[in-house]
T-cell receptor
C-alpha cells in the first residue's frame, strides 16, 4: 500500500510569509502527528489530529496551526515565518492514537526561510 | 518535562557491534521506541520496549530498565547500510505523545 505522502518536498519562503504543508496518511490511518526536526534538537512534537479533531498540541507558538479533513489528510500552516522555522517537517500516520508501533513517517517537507 | 539524552555520534567498523545508549527523565512512561533515519529519508520504526528486559529482532536488540530510566539499542554484525541516525523516543501514558532524543548518528566504516 502507498506510504505517507508529504507535499511539497522542498520549499523556500521569505520571512513574514506563510506556508501550508500537506500530509496524506496511509489508507485507513486516521491519526496524523506533525513534528519539526532540526539539527541538534531532534524531533519536536507539533500536534496530533484524529477524526478531524486536534488531540494534542506541543509547545509551539500560535503561528503554527493545523487541521484534518474527513479523508484524514492533514495540513499544517505556519504564519509570519521566521528564520528559526527552517526545518524538516515530518508527519506520521497511525491507525489510531497510541498505535505508535504501527506509525509510519513521511519523508518530510524541508522548509527554508530566508 | 521530558529529558531524553543520547550520544550525538558514534563510529564503528563493518562487522562490529555498536551500543547506543538512551537515558530519560520524563513525567510519565508508556514505552520506549527506537527509530532509524537514513539521511534524507523518513524515520522507520525499529523496536518498542514497555517492560524491562531485552527484545531481540535479528541483528538489532533493544534493552530497557525502567528503574534506571535507561535503554540501549544494540546493532550487531554492522553493515555499511546501518550508517544512519538512531532516534530514541518515550511515549507519554496520558496522551501517547512521543518525545524524542536528538538522535545518534552512527557511521560504519569499512
Amino acid at each position: 500500500k502507498a506510504g505517507v505522502t508529504q507535499t511539497p518536498r522542498y520549499l523556500i519562503k521569505t520571512r513574514g510569509q506563510q506556508v501550508t504543508l500537506s500530509c496524506s496518511p496511509i489508507s485507513g490511518h486516521r491519526s496524523v502527528s506533525w513534528y519539526q526536526q532540526t539539527p541538534g534538537q531532534g524531533l519536536q512534537f507539533l500536534f496530533e489530529y484524529f477524526s478531524e479533531t486536534q488531540r494534542n498540541k506541543g509547545n509551539f507558538p500560535g503561528r503554527f496551526s493545523g487541521r484534518q479533513f474527513s479523508n484524514s489528510r492533514s495540513e499544517m500552516n505556519v504564519s509570519t515565518l521566521e528564520l528559526g522555522d527552517s526545518a524538516l517537517y515530518l508527519c506520521a500516520s497511525s491507525p489510531a492514537p497510541g498505535d505508535n508501533t504501527e506509525a509510519f513517517f513521511g519523508q518530510g517537507t524541508r522548509l527554508t526561510v530566508v | 518535562g521530558q529529558n531524553i539524552d543520547q550520544p550525538t555520534e558514534m563510529t564503528a567498523t563493518e562487522g562490529a557491534i555498536v551500543q547506543i545508549n538512551c537515558t530519560y527523565q520524563t513525567s510519565g512512561f508508556n514505552g520506549l521506541f527506537w527509530y532509524q533515519q537514513h539521511a534524507g529519508e523518513a524515520p522507520t520504526f525499529l523496536s518498542y520496549n514497555v517492560l524491562d528486559g531485552l527484545e531481540e529482532k535479528g541483528r538489532f536488540s533493544s534493552f530497557l530498565s525502567r528503574s534506571k530510566g535507561y535503554s540501549y539499542l544494540l546493532l550487531k554484525e554492522l553493515q555499511m547500510k546501518d550508517s544512519a541516525s538512531y532516534l530514541c523516543a518515550v511515549r507519554d501514558p496520558n496522551d501517547y505523545k512521543l518525545s524524542f532524543g536528538a538522535g545518534t548518528t552512527v557511521t560504519v566504516r569499512a
